[in-house]
Every structure is written in structure tokens, then in C-alpha cells.
């Protein structure tokens, strides 16, 4: 169905963007942080880590927003932010994940950072775990798989609940929950490299999560019921390579794969189909009937990253799409971004509908965006980079979020990944570049920090401003 409606977006729609800890703070060591895994992963998911952290590896000082928030968060003001997601590095709360106090140094530089929304009027929307466990979780008890984890987390999010809860009103649990099937160390903070993790130690850590996630749920809204926690997993409409029944069959499966997580986020435990796939595979999962009780506390609203649609097909001769952790094979009908991302606005809306209609629950899309290499030009005697490609990117996509909206799904706000760019998570490159304010550092490391106005930074400011109207159909 098509429409030539205007673009209209709810009052009271939140515009921002979206960042993690480990990609944007730097200062690896400093405040009394303790080592992530992030600290000893310099090629992001695509190498083996290292035994300690090498200076090849641009988080470690990555954009310096440790120091440079305040400049940042007024950058975030000028194109008017109402929302920022951010995330707190678990390892400047807990170093090693498992001590019995905080640390005020790290909890102070979050106060800071908070003090500095408010001046601005920009509500937090914290990430509570964004693919940084502390490396002594993952060396000592192999991540999630170990159910001590659930332990240290409670203990976690009730430092954080009590410390920030009057402050913060929207916390995510875990980014992108469902990427720990595919990247466990990245997403699960689990040692045991893939190849030789057993289908039921990788369950079970997901399950760990999921009852920590539930658990989190639950202490927040005994804090302060005006808490709104959600579930943050990556969203990925799957078409069908063909309409063969095999394939729209190997579509099924995939989705229940992707689904599973927010099924059991949103309607507290495990739906028939993932029983059935446990069963019939020989995952045993030790699931006790406390777990059990946790998991009924469900989610206030479902966040998602959504960045691209892929296809599946029962046919093994097909090959998975570059770039791509979550399988699947390219969509013959649409164009690529230059690290493989397939392109497809339209997913948005099929993906906004598709969960609309599956959980009724609020929606958050807390990141999308295109990833590019950027140069940077004079342009009147002003440094920009004048990046028309990501203006038509986002532009499409937000149409696509109007249409949803008026389509009756309920989206809380939008928060674009990388509104300044920021060190991949997926390759650790500074040249894959998402934001609207470009930061000079080069994937050698070089480079001022020097923060600069791309054309996009006016464009979203004006979408903003606009709440959406000066979007083009
Ligand atoms: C999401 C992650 O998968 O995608 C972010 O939550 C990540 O951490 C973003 O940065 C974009 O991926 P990449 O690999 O281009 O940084």
C-alpha cells in the first residue's frame, strides 16, 4: 500500500542518537576502570583477542568523550537532541565485575555526564551492558555461560538503579541480546572460543541473560515504578529468497532464532517452538523454577537496532552476505553500503509492523544509520564533509518510521547510531564512520580528535526541529 501523506511524526517523539561506552569514552584505564573485553579486542569481532590490551586497538583512547562530553553533549544540543543513548561501562562500576563495592570514580564520571543532559534538556537512555563485560568475567568464569554472573549483574543495576534511578526513566538491558548465538564472545563476554562452545553452554548463557534482564525488570520497578525498562535486540526482517514452502520455511526458523529473545522478554517464558529446538537437539538447559518466576517480570518496551533485511533459503549452495554476523544470504533487489550492509528502508516499516503486531508493546529504535567513509572538504573556508549519501540513508529510513507510524504502531523516538562517529564495533575502524559530527582519527590512530560539522548535523537538526516534516518522499 502506498500513500502520499505528509510525513508525521507523534508529538513528543524523541530524536537523538546513540553510542556505547567502548566505542566513544577512551581513557581505557583511567577513574579506576578495570579491563573489558572490548580492551583486548582490537580488530572487533573479525580476530581472535588478545591476552592484553595492544596499542593497535582504537578503543583504547577512541574519541576521548571521557574528557570531551561536555563539548559533545553540547554538539548533541545544538542539532536538538531530546534523547541520548548512551551505555556505562560495566568495568568502571565493578573493575573486575565481581568486588562487593563500586567505584565512585566511575560512578562519578556518569554523574557528570547525566549533569550535563540535564543542563541541556536531553533525557538518558542508558545502555546498561553494550558489549563490554569486564575481561576478569570472561577470563575467570567464561562470561554468561557461568549463572555467578546473574549475581554480579543484580549487583550491578542495583548500584546503578539507586545511584541514577531518580534521574534516568528508560534503562535497555543488554545490547542487542540476540547477537550472543552469533558472537559470544562480543555479546556474551564468553572465552571459550565459538568453535569449541557446546549448543547447551551457549543457551545457557543466553538463558542466564534473560533471567538477569528479567531480574533487572524486576528491581526497577521496586526502585521506582516510574522506570521503564526495555529489551534491546537486533531487528532483521527476513524475506525469503524464493516463495519455495522450503525457503518461506528456512524464513520461520531463522526469525524464531532472531525472535526467541524478545518472545520471552516480552511474554515471560520460553514460547513452544524453542522448547521444541532445545528438545530435539540435546540442549539441556538448567532452568530452575525461580528462573522461572524472574522471567514473568517482562519489559516495559522493545528497543532495536535495525540496520538491514536479509534473505533465507533451504538451499546450501547459497552463501551467507558479507559482513554479515547474522547469516542469511543478499537480497538480489537491493544496493550495499561499502562494508556489505544491504540497504532497505522499507524493512523498517515491515520490522515496526511485524513486532507491533507480535508483542503490542511500545516501540524504540535505538539504532540505525549508514556506516561510510567520510572526507573531509572546505566548504566557504569551513572543515565539512558533505554527506549526502547519509542524509538520503536516513531520510528514507525515517519515511519508512512515518509509515509505521501511521500504520498504528506505537514508536517512542529514534536514536541514530553513531551521531558522532565512533570506533566499529564490528571491525574497530574509525574510517566506517556514522555520525553527523565527524571526528578526526584515522584508523592508524593519527589524528586531533578535532570535532567537526558534517551537512547532515543541519539536515537532522532541521528534521528535528521540524519533528519530522522536512522529510522528503
Ligand atoms: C550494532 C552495535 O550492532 O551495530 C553497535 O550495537 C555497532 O555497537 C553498530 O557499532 C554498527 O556496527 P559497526 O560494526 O558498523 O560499528
Known amino acids: ?166 534521574r534516568v526513566k528508560r534503562w535497555l538491558t543488554f545490547n542487542e541480546i540476540n547477537s550472543v548465538l ?47 525498562v526495555g529489551c534491546m535486540v537486533i531487528a532483521m526482517p527476513i524475506y525469503p529468497l524464493t516463495p519455495a514452502p522450503a525457503d518461506v520455511l528456512a524464513v520461520m526458523n531463522a526469525d524464531h532464532a532472531n525472535l526467541m529473545f524478545s518472545d520471552v522478554h516480552t511474554r515471560g517464558a520460553y514460547p513452544g517452538y524453542a522448547l521444541r529446538y532445545f528438545r530435539e537437539n540435546d540442549i539441556e538447559l538448567d532452568i530452575t523454577d525461580e528462573d522461572r518466576e524472574i522471567l514473568t517480570n517482562t519489559v516495559d518496551f522493545v528497543s532495536f537496532s535495525y540496520y538491514m533485511s536479509l534473505c ?45 503486531d507480535r508483542w503490542g508493546k511500545p516501540l524504540f529504535i535505538v539504532e540505525n544509520g549508514l556506516g561510510a567513509k567520510d572526507r573531509l572538504v572546505e566548504v566557504d573556508g569551513v572543515k565539512t564533509v558533505v554527506d549526502d549519501y547519509r542524509i538520503s540513508y536516513l531520510n528514507d529510513h525515517l519515511v519508512q518510521v512515518a509509515e509505521a507510524v501511521a500504520d498504528g504502531v506505537q514508536v517512542l523516538g529514534y536514536t541514530s547510531w553513531g551521531p558522532i562517529d565512533l570506533v566499529s564495533a564490528s571491525t574497530a575502524q574509525m574510517s566506517k564512520r556514522y555520525g553527523f559530527i565527524y571526528v578526526d582519527r584515522d584508523d592508524d590512530g593519527s589524528g586531533t580528535l578535532t570535532r567537526y560539522r558534517k551537512k547532515s548535523f543541519d539536515w537532522y537538526g532541521e528534521v528535528i526541529r521540524s519533528n519530522g516534516a522536512s522529510l522528503t518522499r
Do not use: C
Not at 543532559?117 to 555461560?145: C, N, Q, R
Not at 556489505?340 to 507491533?356: A, E, H, K, S, T
Open 312 to 356: 533465507e533459503t533451504a538451499d546450501p549452495t547459497k552463501s551467507a552476505g558479507e559482513g554479515n554476523i547474522m547469516g542469511g544470504v543478499p537480497n538480489p533487489h537491493l544496493p550495499a553500503s561499502e562494508w556489505g550492509w544491504q540497504i532497505d528502508p522499507v524493512g523498517l516499516r515491515v520490522v515496526l509492523n511485524q513486532f507491533w
Open 1 to 166: 500500500m502506498t500513500t502520499s501523506n505528509p510525513v508525521v511524526f507523534p508529538d513528543g517523539f524523541l530524536w537523538g542518537g546513540a553510542t556505547a561506552a567502548n566505542q566513544i569514552e577512551g581513557a581505557y584505564d583511567q577513574g579506576g576502570k578495570g579491563l573489558s573485553i572490548q580492551d583486548v579486542m582490537p580488530n572487533g569481532i573479525v580476530a581472535p583477542r588478545t591476552e592484553v590490551p595492544t596499542p593497535d586497538n582504537l578503543k583504547l583512547e577512541a574519541i576521548d568523550f571521557y574528557h570531551r562530553y561536555a563539548e559533545d553533549i553540547a554538539l548533541f544540543a545544538e542539532m536538538g537532541f531530546s534523547v541520548f543513548r548512551f551505555s556505562i561501562a560495566w568495568s568502571r562500576i565493578f573493575p573486575n565485575g565481581d568486588e562487593e563495592a563500586p567505584n565512585e570514580e566511575g560512578l562519578a564520571f556518569y554523574d557528570r555526564v547525566l549533569d550535563e543532559l540535564e543542563k541541556h534538556g536531553i533525557e538518558p537512555l542508558v545502555t546498561i551492558s553494550h558489549y563490554e563485560t569486564p575481561l576478569h568475567l570472561a577470563e575467570t568464569y567464561d562470561g554468561w555461560v557461568s549463572r555467578d554472573l546473574i549475581g554480579f549483574y543484580e549487583r550491578y543495576v542495583r548500584v546503578l538503579f539507586e545511584r541514577y534511578g531518580h
Open 182 to 228: 552469533h558472537a559470544p564472545l562480543l555479546s556474551g563476554g564468553i572465552n571459550t572460543p565459538k568453535d569449541r562452545l557446546a549448543p547447551s553452554a551457549l543457551f545457557q548463557a543466553a538463558h542466564h541473560e534473560l533471567v538477569a534482564s528479567a531480574l533487572a525488570t524486576k528491581i526497577a520497578h521496586e526502585t521506582d515504578p516510574d522506570i521503564q
